[in-house]
């Protein structure tokens, strides 16, 4: 069992950056891959980054390749999400989540409860 929270989230303007963490209990974290997905109003929950157990693999969107960064440190059980040049449509409640291996699905096994981010214009 994992439980998984969200950090990180607020306002910036269009161009900024904000940095999620997303905290995991348990002492297996370092043997999950961990993936952000987003959900914005209205709109279907889409992925946006992954990483590997490892963290020797990383996988993007393509929407925001070249923008936002994935990384772990499993000895804190911490997984984060770098997020630089915001733009409007990034805006969305972005979630963590957990399952054996990295992929850009929603099949994950575990969830977090999400984190509102909102980039201004």
């Known amino acids: 069992q994992v439980q998984l929270v969200e950090s990180g989230g607020g306002l910036v303007q269009a161009g900024g950056s904000l940095r999620l963490s997303c905290a995991a209990s348990?002492?297996?974290?370092?043997?999950?891959?961990m993936g952000w997905f987003r959900q914005a109003p209205g709109k279907e929950r889409e992925f946006v980054a992954a990483?590997?157990?490892?963290?020797?693999?990383?996988y993007y969107a393509d929407s925001v390749k070249g923008r936002f960064t994935i990384s772990r440190d499993n000895a804190k059980n911490t997984v984060y999400l770098q997020m630089n040049k915001m733009k409007p449509e990034d805006t969305a409640v972005y979630y963590c989540?957990?399952?054996?291996?990295?992929?850009?699905?929603?099949?994950?096994?575990?969830w977090g409860q999400g984190t509102q981010v909102t980039v201004s214009s």
């Open positions: 989540a957990a399952d054996a291996v990295a992929g850009t699905g929603l099949g994950y096994d575990y």
């Open positions: 348990g002492r297996t974290f370092s043997s999950y891959a």
């Open positions: 990483i590997s157990w490892s963290g020797g693999l990383t």
